[in-house]
């Protein structure tokens, strides 16, 4: 089980919107950066948000991070079928000095 | 263009050992901090182990202490993970990452390059 929480799952419709959350606590989001990661199947993670809200290179303003407190949250809008994939939240453990990931949540594009 | 190119997975009975290799181009190499990251099959992501650029701070997860060491040519623009003592629970895609930073032990900016991976498989 990860320290890290995220939702196994969410889905919407094309073009709506999708929100994962990733919580954790003070030792960890709440005291520390939280980037975020796309996995598309069969392939190796991607880098979409760093340092809570900074898109990565090449990423879309429709994919957005944010945080508050010991929570983080990726958002998702214009959803299209090609976000299908697997994300990931990832932060600094400053109790465990580990880098910690969540457990992933899988976007359905109904 | 940044590529990172690993190798030396492979099947190895319990107790073996194997040594992955990553080399990388496309960016300065001893400015970066590196890190290994395995996925089970089917399973979510971990940190094994992440290396400063200069390769003097190292750090490993819990599970692999003792069993796993992480090292750097910088010359060489590689980097390494010695696995020995290998359990079943080892068994994994491990993926070669650049991180954002150069230091570790402290903070977390990213990881922002990542390799295509390499498998490993600890079975009798």
């Known amino acids: 089980q990860s320290v890290l929480t995220q939702p196994p799952s969410v889905s919407a419709t094309p073009g709506q919107k999708v929100t994962i959350s990733c919580s954790g606590s003070s030792s960890n989001i709440g005291n520390n950066y939280v980037s975020w990661y796309q996995q598309l199947p069969g392939t190796a993670p991607k880098l979409l948000i760093y340092?809570?809200?900074k898109r990565h290179s090449g990423i879309p303003d429709r994919i957005s991070g944010s945080k508050s407190g010991t929570s983080a949250t990726l958002d998702i809008t214009g959803l299209q079928t090609g976000d299908e994939a697997d994300y990931y939240c990832g932060t600094w453990d400053s109790s465990l000095s580990d880098v910690l990931f969540g457990g992933g949540t899988k976007v359905t594009v109904l | 263009e940044v590529q990172l190119l690993e190798s030396g997975g492979g099947r190895v009975q319990p107790g073996g050992s194997l040594r992955l290799s990553c080399v990388v181009s496309g960016f300065t190499f001893n400015t970066y901090a590196m890190s290994w990251v395995r996925q089970a099959p089917g399973k979510g992501l971990e940190c094994v182990s992440l290396?400063?650029?200069?390769?003097?701070?190292?750090d490993y997860t819990d599970s692999v202490k003792g069993r796993f060491t992480i090292s750097r040519d910088n010359s060489k623009k590689t980097l390494y993970l010695q696995m020995n003592t290998l359990r079943a629970e080892d068994t994994a895609l491990y993926y070669c990452?650049?991180?954002?930073?150069?230091?570790?032990?402290?903070?977390?900016?990213?990881?922002?390059?990542w390799g295509q991976g390499t498998t490993v498989t600890v079975s009798s």
């Open positions: 990452v650049k991180l954002k930073q150069q230091l570790v032990g402290y903070s977390f900016y990213g990881m922002d390059v």
């Open positions: 290396i400063s650029g200069s390769g003097d701070t190292t």
């Open positions: 340092e809570n809200n």
